[in-house]
């Protein structure tokens, strides 16, 4: 070869390579939304508004969060929660990281057997529906706990969107009544759920129809007047337990009064130079997406390519061993010795990579006991403040609309957060969901959760903010948005948007969006040994909402650009959007 044929070959090597990591002019998804101040993504327009305006009002990054978080208890209630619980991860502009754990515990009156039937069956529907799937929830708890330590506004401040949202109503627009859609057989069940979200056609609000939820409105105000108590004792936590006890629940009053927040160090690991800051037990999270990079960091994933036979083996297999790991050694850290140092250890990593063959699949029986899957609504949120301060908050009801109940007069709805518990050891949940001992029934425990809200550094700064919904997906979606980012070089809004593929141990499948793959992709992947095919019950999954400091993507990050933060919301979801300043 002459030189100049080199010379020629080597300058369409370097086009080809900037084509595929500077590339933000030829994206094919949206550009990202860029602003100079900060930046607020959530899965429902409104919400992201109320945020931008407590930052605009001087608020930070955890006001915003608080703010956006009882907003979207009234915008968005298929996921946006009072009666739930979740997670929410924080890194301020000095350094300092946290996790606040507001998840939901189970009541004093649970047992480890209480969705079994005589014969030791699980009753159908009992951990998913009604008042005995509830968990004792710890949004207000969490979203309190977060305004009191790291927030500065006054808590009537970052309540008052949301009271006046659900007293005076928000209009519904497309996007806004397409998330609505599929809940209205569940709400109508339950007598004080179903009038106030549906019309007397048994039909949500349209396009340019107004909701008002003024039950909400006034458990709004008496947490606003009282704060905690105006949830966990008095009027709203007496309707609460009696409902309960009505529907065969079995709440308590001591349960709700002796909620506490656990404040937790967040997981960490380093990835090419990228330092991940994410969710410890009981979020499954951060550990998990944590030992897959791990044991990732070894392949040369930019090289191999996005969506390249080779990648996807690698990521089908660090996932399969990571999820037995999920599902087997984790569990609420009050009651498990979780093994976090030795999962995210670079031995454990270095193992893994050994029973990796580069060429053929794993066989998932042949790796300890069984497997899993999870249920449908969940909702995270991404903020960054002016100062540089990082929230990522993932919180949810569960199920859509959570159990489907409503205390009369409260207008709050409960999770369904109890399904998230191992039923019984060794038997499948609805959702085919095996898991082990660590995540067995105890009172007052926490059902191990998926949700990963994280926060992505580099040289002692923010570089990103992101999470999901999607059940047990949750943790592969945030993964490859990392992955898609760092290794492939794609904007924040390409990353969330590219079609995803989940290995989850068991079952011994390959999920993937439709076009996630190329035909030939499918057929070498097969040839290996895998199985990949679109989920029927769940072709497309997750709501990304995800933020990128300095540029759009990481190879186009210009100082002299005056915005600084790149927003973008998955299009995925249909109400959500990323708003800045
Ligand atoms: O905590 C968990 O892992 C689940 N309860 C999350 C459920 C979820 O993401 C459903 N959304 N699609």
Not at 165 to 187: C, E, H, I, V
Not at 232 to 250: C, F, L, Q
Not at 289 to 294: G, S, T, V, Y
Request: with cysteine; net charge negative.
């Amino acid at each position: 070869m002459s030189i100049h044929t080199l010379r020629r070959r080597s300058g369409i090597v370097a086009l080809a390579l900037l084509l595929q990591t500077g590339a933000a002019a030829l994206a094919a998804s949206p550009k990202p939304v860029a602003a100079e101040h900060g930046m607020v993504v959530t899965a429902q327009h409104t919400a992201s508004d109320v945020g931008v305006a407590i930052l605009q009002n001087g608020g930070n990054a955890v006001d915003a969060a608080v703010a956006v978080g009882y907003a979207l208890a009234v915008t968005y209630p298929r996921a946006g929660n009072l009666g739930g619980g979740g997670f929410m991860t924080i890194r301020m502009a000095d350094g300092r990281t946290t996790f606040l754990d507001f998840r939901e515990k189970a009541p004093l009156g649970a047992t480890k057997d209480m969705y079994l039937d005589a014969s030791g069956k699980p009753v159908k529907g009992a951990s998913t529906s009604g008042w005995l799937a509830v968990g004792v929830p710890g949004t207000v708890a969490g979203l309190e706990y977060a305004r009191a330590h790291y927030g500065t506004k006054d808590r009537a401040d970052l309540i008052a969107p949301a009271l006046t949202y659900a007293r005076d109503g928000f209009t519904f627009d497309a996007g806004d009544a397409a998330a609505f859609a599929g809940g209205s057989a569940k709400l109508a069940m339950d007598p004080s759920a179903g009038p106030i979200f549906l019309g007397d056609d048994g039909k949500p609000p349209a396009s340019g129809e107004r909701l008002v939820q003024p039950d909400l409105a006034t458990t709004l105000a008496t947490i606003s007047e009282t704060g905690v108590d105006g949830f966990y004792r008095g009027a709203t936590a007496e309707a609460i337990v009696a409902a309960s006890k009505a529907g065969g629940g079995v709440l308590s009053q001591e349960d709700l009064a002796d909620y506490r927040v656990r404040e937790l160090k967040p997981v960490t690991c380093d990835y090419r130079g990228y330092t991940v800051i994410s969710s410890p037990p009981p979020s499954s999270g951060g550990v998990i997406i944590c030992e897959i990079l791990n044991i990732l960091k070894a392949y040369p994933l930019g090289e191999s390519g996005s969506g390249s036979a080779k990648t996807v083996h690698w990521m089908i297999e660090a996932m399969r061993h990571a999820y037995v790991d999920r599902n087997t050694e984790l569990g609420d850290p009050d009651f498990v010795d979780n093994p976090v140092d030795r999962l995210l250890s670079e031995a454990h990593a270095a193992e893994i990579r050994e029973e990796i063959d580069p060429d053929h699949a794993g066989v998932s029986a042949d790796l300890k006991p069984e497997g899993f899957g999870e249920s449908h609504e969940t909702t995270h949120y991404s903020i960054v403040d002016e100062a540089g301060n990082a929230v990522a908050v993932t919180y949810t009801l569960n199920g859509s609309y959570g159990a489907g109940v409503m205390a009369p007069g409260t207008g709050v709805l409960m999770n369904n957060e109890m399904d998230d518990f191992t039923q019984k050891p060794g038997v499948p949940n609805l959702y085919g969901l095996v898991q082990g001992e660590a995540n067995a029934i105890a009172p007052k425990k926490s059902p191990l959760s998926s949700m990963s809200p994280t926060i992505v550094t580099k040289d002692g700064k923010v570089a990103m903010v992101i999470g999901s919904p999607g059940g047990s997906r949750i943790i592969t979606i945030t993964l490859e948005a990392i992955l898609n980012v760092i290794d492939h070089g794609m904007t924040i809004q390409e990353a969330i948007d590219a079609p995803r593929i989940h290995h989850q141990w068991l079952p011994d499948t390959v999920a993937m969006e439709p076009f996630a793959l190329s035909p030939d992709t499918v057929a070498k992947l097969e040839a290996m040994g895998h199985t990949v095919a679109v989920d029927k019950d769940w072709p497309v999954w997750g709501e990304a909402a995800g933020i990128l400091v300095g540029g759009p993507s990481l190879a186009d990050q210009d100082p002299k650009r005056p915005q600084r933060y790149f927003g973008a919301e998955d299009s995925r979801a249909a109400a959500g959007a990323a708003r800045g300043y």
